[in-house]
């Protein structure tokens, strides 16, 4: 049972959770992102929809007591440090909120994996939650990548040169869903050996991914609704 407030229990309990945060997600992915270039209005809002998208990310995962703990204590010290970063403008600051980010990130993904995989019934929800884990790997890599360059600058090479924090942070995030794809245009390129690594992984996982997971779910879905027809 969630750890949520009773008032929104009617809500949350049901798989509308893990379709808004998979919802957040698309429009953070695909739309909301540029906008980390713009003054600090755009900038702003943007930190708000972030801090939403991480609640509704722990929220989506959150079976226990034990898990709510867990992802309820990395998601305060992830929001924590991102709001910090508005007031103390610090490298340390920022390499704290990155490495704090890629955390949560890596435990909503392994605690979504396990629900997606240990589905007893494949359903469109199980789907939802496959696509919403392929993305978050996109976001999870485009933070790695951040962090890179931020403990390493000179890791990858932009094309075109944007040494604001916000423009290297657009670039890499950007970086990262071309290489999830392996579309790969060439306007940036991993430098640094390690990020280079990481790169050759990300376009690994963005092949197998589809295939191996997403593919079977699909499948194993078409066979479910074709039996409960039967």
């Known amino acids: 049972m969630k750890i949520i407030p ?17 919802w957040l997600l698309i429009v953070h992915v695909f739309f909301l992102m540029p906008f980390s270039l713009l003054e600090d209005t755009g900038k702003f809002l943007l930190s708000i929809f972030f801090t939403l998208l991480f609640i509704a990310g722990a929220n989506a995962v959150i079976q226990s007591r034990r898990v709510f703990i867990l992802v309820a204590s990395v998601l305060f010290l992830a929001v924590f440090v991102h709001w910090l970063g508005w007031v103390v403008e610090h490298r340390t600051v920022d390499i704290l909120g990155t490495a704090t980010g890629i955390v949560f990130l890596l435990i909503v993904i392994g605690l979504l994996g396990t629900m997606v995989i240990g589905a007893k019934n494949v359903s469109l929800h ?4 496959g696509i919403a884990i392929y993305l978050l790997i996109a976001l999870l890599w485009g933070q790695i990548y951040l962090l890179l360059e931020r403990l390493s600058p000179g890791s990858f090479h932009f094309a075109v040169q944007d040494k604001t924090p916000e423009g290297t942070k657009a670039a890499l995030s950007y970086f990262s869903l071309v290489t999830i794809t392996t579309v790969g245009y060439g306007d940036v390129t991993a430098v640094h050996p390690l990020a280079r690594s990481f790169a050759a992984l990300e376009a690994f996982i963005g092949q197998i991914y589809p295939v191996v997971l997403l593919a079977r779910l699909v499948s194993l879905e078409i066979v479910s609704r074709a039996e409960r027809l039967d």
């Open 126 to 129: 199980t789907i939802e939650g």
């Open 6 to 22: 009773q008032s929104f229990h009617g809500f949350w309990s049901s798989d509308q959770n893990l379709r808004v945060f998979l």
